[in-house]
C-alpha cells in the first residue's frame, strides 16, 4: 500500500472520511484554513528559494498578495477574508524580521520523499513532503514543518507526534550516514513566532514503523469488509464531506432535495423530544417513532436526522443477554460465568436538544 502521514492521520480522525478521500478519490473544495495554509508555505518558499539575492519583504508579501487575489473559495464571508488576508501579511512580516533568509544554509525546500516498510513478505511505501531541511551543521541537520494553526502543543505531544516520526524516517532515508541525534525536528508556528524542537531515537522510530505497519493492516481489514464508520467530532465543522456523511446527510437534505415524507419525520422528530420533555410513560409510543426513524434512516442510507426541536443519532451498542435458569444451576454447580454469557447488538437512537 502507498500512504502518507497526512492520510493515516485522515484515518485515525474518521474512516469514513479516509474512504471518501483516499479510496474513493472525491475531491472537495477546500476551506479557507487550507487555503490560507498552502498560500504562506508558497511565499515561505519563494522567500528561501533565491540564492545568492533573496527576496525583499516587500516582495514576499507582493507574492502573498497576488496569490491571495487568485485563490479560490467558496462560502465566505468578506469579513472572514479580510482577516486572513492581514494575518498573513502579519504573519510574513514577523516570520521575515525573525527568519532573515540568508541566515540559514538551507539544503532542500518541499523535500519529497519515499520509504519502504515491510510488513512480512508485503512492502508498504510511505511518501510525504518536508516544508524545509536546514544543514545546521557539520553532518547535523534540522527538519522544519510550517504550521499556521493557533494552538501550540505540549513538549510531550511533540515528542510523540507521528508526521515528525515520519518526516526523520524520510531524511534517513536519504542520508543513510546520519545519526537520529544529529536530526532536530522541529515545528515553527508562524502566528506565535515560535519554533519547538524534538527528536528521536532508533527506538522510537523502529516504533513508529510498526504503528504505520498496524495501521496499514487494520484500513486493510477494513477495505476487505467494506467498513469504514464516520467518527463524528468537532472536526466535523472543517470537513468537506459532510453533505454526503451519514452523521450529517439529513441536514442538507433541506436544501437540497425534499423527500416525500421528509415533513412526516420532521414531525416525528418534534412528538419524540415532545414525549420526551413531559417524562411520560407513553414507552410504546416512543418505540413507534424510533421505528419510523430507523425506517426512514436505512431508506436514506444515514445515520443522524435533524428537526427543528435538535437530531437524532444512531448509535450501535453492544448488551448481555443472560439465560437465568442457567445462570443459577451453573453459579450453583461451578461459578462459571462466562459460559453463559451471550453478546448481542442493539442500535439506539441518541436525542440531542438544539441550544
Given at each position: 500500500?502507498?500512504?502518507?502521514?497526512?492520510?493515516?492521520?485522515?484515518?485515525?480522525?474518521?474512516?469514513?472520511?479516509?474512504?471518501?478521500?483516499?479510496?474513493?478519490r472525491?475531491?472537495v473544495?477546500?476551506?479557507?484554513?487550507?487555503?490560507?495554509?498552502?498560500?504562506?508555505?508558497?511565499?515561505?518558499?519563494?522567500?528561501?528559494?533565491?540564492?545568492?539575492?533573496?527576496?525583499?519583504?516587500?516582495?514576499?508579501?507582493?507574492?502573498?498578495?497576488?496569490?491571495?487575489?487568485?485563490?479560490?473559495?467558496?462560502?465566505?464571508?468578506?469579513?472572514?477574508?479580510?482577516?486572513?488576508?492581514?494575518?498573513?501579511?502579519?504573519?510574513?512580516?514577523?516570520?521575515y524580521?525573525?527568519?532573515?533568509?540568508?541566515?540559514?544554509?538551507?539544503?532542500?525546500?518541499?523535500?519529497?520523499?519515499?520509504?519502504?516498510?515491510?510488513?512480512?513478505?508485503?512492502?508498504?511505501?510511505?511518501?510525504?513532503?518536508?516544508?524545509?531541511?536546514?544543514?545546521?551543521?557539520?553532518n547535523?541537520?534540522?527538519?522544519?514543518?510550517?504550521?499556521?494553526?493557533?494552538?501550540?502543543?505540549?513538549?510531550?505531544?511533540?515528542?510523540?507526534?507521528?508526521q515528525?516520526?515520519?518526516?526523520?524516517?524520510?531524511?534517513?532515508?536519504?542520508?543513510?550516514?546520519?545519526?537520529?541525534?544529529?536530526?532536530?525536528?522541529?515545528?515553527?508556528?508562524?502566528?506565535?513566532?515560535?519554533?519547538?524542537t524534538?527528536?528521536?531515537?532508533?527506538?522510537?522510530?523502529?516504533?513508529?514503523?510498526?504503528?504505520?505497519?498496524?495501521?496499514?493492516?487494520?484500513?486493510?481489514?477494513?477495505?476487505?469488509?467494506?467498513?469504514?464508520?464516520?467518527?463524528?467530532?468537532?472536526?466535523?465543522?472543517?470537513?468537506?464531506?459532510?453533505?454526503?456523511?451519514?452523521?450529517?446527510?439529513?441536514?442538507?437534505?433541506?436544501?437540497?432535495?425534499?423527500?416525500?415524507?421528509?415533513?412526516?419525520?420532521?414531525?416525528?422528530?418534534?412528538?419524540?423530544?415532545?414525549?420526551?420533555?413531559?417524562?411520560?410513560?407513553?414507552?410504546?409510543?416512543?418505540?413507534?417513532?424510533q421505528a419510523?426513524?430507523?425506517?426512514?434512516?436505512?431508506?436514506?442510507?444515514?445515520?443522524?436526522?435533524?428537526?427543528?426541536?435538535?437530531?437524532?443519532?444512531?448509535?450501535?451498542?453492544?448488551?448481555?443477554?443472560?439465560?437465568?435458569?442457567?445462570?443459577?444451576?451453573?453459579?450453583?454447580?461451578?461459578?462459571?460465568?462466562?459460559?453463559?454469557?451471550?453478546?448481542?447488538?442493539?442500535?439506539?437512537?441518541?436525542a440531542?436538544?438544539?441550544?
Amino acid at each position: 500500500m502507498r500512504t502518507s502521514y497526512s492520510a493515516l492521520t485522515t484515518y485515525q480522525q474518521c474512516p469514513l472520511k479516509f474512504k471518501f478521500q483516499e479510496i474513493d478519490r472525491i475531491r472537495v473544495p477546500k476551506g479557507i484554513e487550507a487555503v490560507f495554509g498552502n498560500i504562506i508555505h508558497n511565499c515561505l518558499k519563494f522567500m528561501f528559494g533565491r540564492t545568492p539575492l533573496y527576496p525583499a519583504l516587500d516582495e514576499v508579501v507582493g507574492q502573498f498578495q497576488g496569490l491571495w487575489q487568485e485563490k479560490e473559495i467558496i462560502k465566505i464571508k468578506p469579513e472572514e477574508e479580510k482577516a486572513y488576508y492581514e494575518d498573513g501579511i502579519a504573519v510574513l512580516k514577523n516570520f521575515y524580521r525573525l527568519n532573515p533568509p540568508w541566515n540559514f544554509n538551507i539544503v532542500d525546500l518541499e523535500s519529497r520523499f519515499e520509504v519502504s516498510i515491510s510488513s512480512g513478505a508485503e512492502n508498504h511505501t510511505l511518501t510525504g513532503i518536508i516544508d524545509r531541511i536546514d544543514k545546521v551543521s557539520d553532518n547535523s541537520f534540522e527538519i522544519i514543518d510550517y504550521k499556521t494553526s493557533r494552538r501550540l502543543p505540549s513538549q510531550e505531544n511533540l515528542d510523540n507526534d507521528l508526521q515528525m516520526s515520519i518526516y526523520h524516517l524520510g531524511i534517513t532515508k536519504r542520508w543513510p550516514h546520519i545519526k537520529p541525534e544529529n536530526i532536530k525536528l522541529s515545528l515553527y508556528f508562524l502566528k506565535h513566532g515560535e519554533k519547538i524542537t524534538t527528536s528521536r531515537s532508533n527506538e522510537d522510530l523502529e516504533k513508529t514503523k510498526n504503528f504505520v505497519v498496524a495501521t496499514i493492516d487494520e484500513i486493510k481489514q477494513r477495505i476487505e469488509k467494506n467498513d469504514f464508520p464516520p467518527f463524528p467530532s468537532p472536526l466535523c465543522g472543517w470537513c468537506g464531506y459532510r453533505p454526503t456523511c451519514p452523521m450529517w446527510k439529513h441536514e442538507y437534505q433541506k436544501s437540497i432535495r425534499q423527500p416525500t415524507d421528509k415533513n412526516e419525520i420532521e414531525k416525528i422528530i418534534k412528538e419524540y423530544f415532545e414525549l420526551k420533555n413531559q417524562n411520560t410513560q407513553n414507552n410504546k409510543r416512543l418505540a413507534e417513532l424510533q421505528a419510523s426513524v430507523y425506517e426512514f434512516m436505512n431508506q436514506e442510507n444515514i445515520e443522524r436526522v435533524f428537526g427543528e426541536n435538535g437530531y437524532l443519532t444512531k448509535t450501535l451498542q453492544e448488551r448481555f443477554v443472560y439465560d437465568m435458569d442457567k445462570i443459577k444451576q451453573i453459579l450453583d454447580e461451578l461459578g462459571r460465568w462466562n459460559e453463559v454469557v451471550s453478546k448481542k447488538q442493539f442500535s439506539t437512537l441518541k436525542a440531542s436538544k438544539k441550544k
